[in-house]
């Protein structure tokens, strides 16, 4: 079954290093979201992708965060410097991009702690 | 801009008894609705979705949920509960553009089943 893979599951930064992480949608799906989710809350969108374009990214915080998807396929997303406050599960999820009625597919996520 | 509430921060039941888990959602159009489902350290996976026509909707594991214009309420229900149900489960919303649908989600609602 094909499925969103994302890389590292775990990973542990000092304050004010750079971390980054990664990617790989279902094949065939133009579209990707980045999703942040703090712990007991619900995830919230930061990025949206179809193919390499940006479509929505209203909600990244600019100043430290960045994404691309260079070749409208995989997908990085990159915090620098990271803060205490950054210490979340970070989702991606791909889907068809087909407007309304599309199913966004998610991975299991990168567990993120800044320490 | 839409939001999402879900009332029930943790609900208890036994395994066998009947489940309903609340949603209530604001948008300014016809909403497209999604449940999810998290377990722990995991992605999200769909349970099932509401676009257009029947406002019951079926889907997997025996899940079903209603959809409510008047009282804007997306209502999940199960009427029985399995052990493997344990897991925390969240309300979205999306907003369709034409790469796909962002979700805005609900804060989740934590299942405990008791044996």
């Known amino acids: 079954e094909a499925e969103v893979a994302q890389s590292p599951r775990y990973k542990i930064t000092e304050k004010s290093q750079a971390v980054a992480f990664w990617c790989d949608p279902i094949?065939?799906?133009?579209?990707l979201y980045w999703y942040r989710q703090i712990l007991g809350q619900g995830p919230e969108l930061l990025v949206q992708f179809q193919d390499e374009s940006v479509v929505d990214d209203s909600q990244l915080p600019k100043d430290r965060f960045s994404a691309e998807r260079l070749k409208g396929v995989d997908s990085t997303l990159k915090i620098q410097p990271a803060e205490l406050g950054d210490s979340a599960m970070y989702l991606c999820a791909s889907s068809l991009a087909r407007g309304k009625g599309t199913e966004a597919f998610f991975g299991q996520g990168t567990r993120l702690t800044v320490v | 801009a839409q939001s999402v509430t879900q009332p029930d921060i943790h609900i208890t039941v036994s395994e066998g008894a009947s489940l309903e888990l609340r949603c209530n959602y604001s948008?300014?159009?016809?909403?497209?609705l999604f449940w999810y489902v998290q377990s722990p350290g995991q992605g999200l996976q769909l349970l099932l979705k509401y676009f257009s026509g029947d406002t019951l909707v079926q889907g997997i594991k025996g899940f079903e949920a209603e959809f409510k214009r008047s009282q804007s309420s997306f209502n999940l229900r199960k009427p029985s509960v399995h052990w493997s149900d344990a897991a925390e489960y969240f309300c979205?919303?999306?907003?369709?553009?034409?790469?796909?649908?962002?979700?805005?989600f609900g804060g989740g609602t934590r299942l405990m089943v008791k044996p």
């Open positions: 094949s065939g799906h133009a579209t």
């Open positions: 979205a919303v999306g907003a369709t553009n034409n790469a796909g649908n962002m979700l805005t």
């Open positions: 948008y300014g159009a016809t909403p497209y």
